[in-house]
Every structure is written in structure tokens, then in C-alpha cells.
């Protein structure tokens, strides 16, 4: 059964590539082993369900936002909504 704190090992890595964070980074930020990091993004191998939170949470804080199929940056005028009036759109262009 899947759960909504899955990520896979491609959402990972590119996660990883957007935050500009090492295996090593996200490791420290994780608190997971580099090796079970390594193992998890080869697909050597499958975290526990709580070990993958730990990761999720980790890209979150770096401001990553996990999106069906892949991932993308947090758009950081909408984590100040009070500066989002001054913010031109840029996803929609006319």
C-alpha cells in the first residue's frame, strides 16, 4: 500500500539537483545514513516508511514541494503571502 509520505527514488534526486544539496547534505538534514540514502536513490533498496518521512521532511525544509509524478521548487511568494500582491504572475502568461 502506498502512503502519501512516498517519494520515489527519481523525486529524490531531483529534489536533491533543484535544492542544490549533496547525498551528503541531505544526510546531516535527514539524520539517515549517506549509504541508506545512496541505496534508496539506486534502488538498491526500499527505506522503511519512517525513514522516507525523514527525507521528505528534510527536501520540504529545503523547499522543495513534492507534485503527482515529480517536483519543484516552493514558489517563495507563496510562503509570504504578504509580498504575493507584489509578485508579477509568471506561470500564466497572457
Do not use: C, N, W, Y
Not at 502512503?3 to 534526486?13: G, N
Not at 541508506?36 to 527536501?59: D, N, W
Amino acid at each position: 500500500m502506498s502512503s502519501s509520505m512516498d517519494i520515489t527514488p527519481a523525486q529524490s534526486r531531483g529534489a536533491r539537483g533543484l535544492a542544490d544539496l549533496t547525498q551528503d547534505d541531505l544526510a546531516r538534514r535527514s539524520r539517515v545514513s549517506k549509504r541508506t540514502i545512496v541505496q534508496f536513490e539506486t534502488g538498491a533498496g526500499k527505506p522503511i516508511p519512517a525513514t522516507l518521512a525523514a527525507i521528505r521532511r528534510a527536501l520540504e525544509e529545503a523547499g522543495i514541494e513534492f507534485i503527482p509524478g515529480g517536483v519543484r521548487l516552493r514558489d517563495p511568494a507563496a510562503a509570504k503571502p504578504e509580498e504575493a500582491d507584489d509578485a508579477a504572475p509568471e506561470a500564466h502568461p497572457s
